[in-house]
């Protein structure tokens, strides 16, 4: 059976300190891996998607970057921390049709 | 752009009613539309997938149902337990799937 795995669980930074959060999948192969940030009773905001190692598409202008260094593996990073980045951040993954996507444990990140 | 609104109030209600969510989206119809179950700080897990072409959708005691005239898909649970108590989301695809900020169920013993 296909798992995802988050980590860490919580966070808490200090204003322009750098990140990473990482991500990987387990039981599955070539899967479309997604990274959510959701801020306190709000919806839940795509920030990058990738369908292959190395490609990775951004929805929205930020200071955070994502990598995909092997199959299963998704990272999400940033230089520079703002406290605007706090929030709960989810890794998911997807297969290639319009399917469900499967959601890891999520990241809360704290930005003092 | 397209937009999802679903009723950001909580819905309370008694055990063992039929809990009815709404969700209603804007400009054009998406090919199918999805329903996430989320409890406090973890992540959605996937509930239901209802495409255009179906009206209704039922697994064990939930039930969904996709009116493209009203650009409307409603969530029922019946026989409400207090386990159902949880922020329930409705996704669409647009390209990319886009989710609504969801409506939390308070179901009362």
């Known amino acids: 059976s296909q798992t995802i795995h988050q980590w860490p669980a919580t966070l808490v930074q200090p204003v322009g300190s750098p990140l990473s959060l990482e991500c990987t999948v387990e039981?599955?192969?070539?899967?479309?891996l997604y990274w959510y940030r959701q801020a306190a009773g709000r919806g839940l905001q795509l920030l990058f998607y990738?369908?292959?190692?190395?490609?990775i598409s951004s929805e929205v202008p930020q200071n955070l970057s994502a990598s995909r260094p092997q199959d299963r593996q998704f990272i999400l990073s940033s230089k520079k921390l703002l406290l605007s980045d706090s929030g709960f951040y989810l890794c998911?993954?997807?297969?290639?049709?319009?399917?469900?996507?499967?959601f890891g444990p999520g990241t809360r990140l704290t930005v003092l | 752009s397209q937009k999802i609104e679903q009723n950001s109030e909580a819905l309370n209600i008694q055990e063992g009613k039929t809990a009815t969510l709404t969700c209603n989206y804007t400009?054009?119809?998406?090919?199918?539309l999805q329903w996430y179950r989320q409890d406090p700080g973890r992540g959605p897990v996937f509930l239901l997938l209802?495409?255009?072409?179906?009206k209704e959708k039922r697994k064990e005691r939930l039930k969904v149902t996709f009116d493209t005239t009203l650009k409307q898909s409603l969530f029922h649970i019946t026989a409400s337990q207090p386990a159902d108590s949880a922020t329930y989301l409705c996704?669409?695809?647009?390209?990319?799937?886009?989710f609504g900020s969801g409506t939390r169920l308070l179901v009362r013993p």
């Open positions: 209802i495409r255009e072409n179906e």
């Open positions: 039981g599955t192969s070539n899967p479309n």
């Open positions: 990738s369908v292959g190692i190395g490609q």
């Open positions: 998911a993954w997807s297969g290639r049709g319009p399917d469900e996507q499967f």
């Open positions: 400009n054009y119809s998406p090919a199918y």
């Open positions: 996704v669409l695809r647009h390209y990319k799937l886009i």
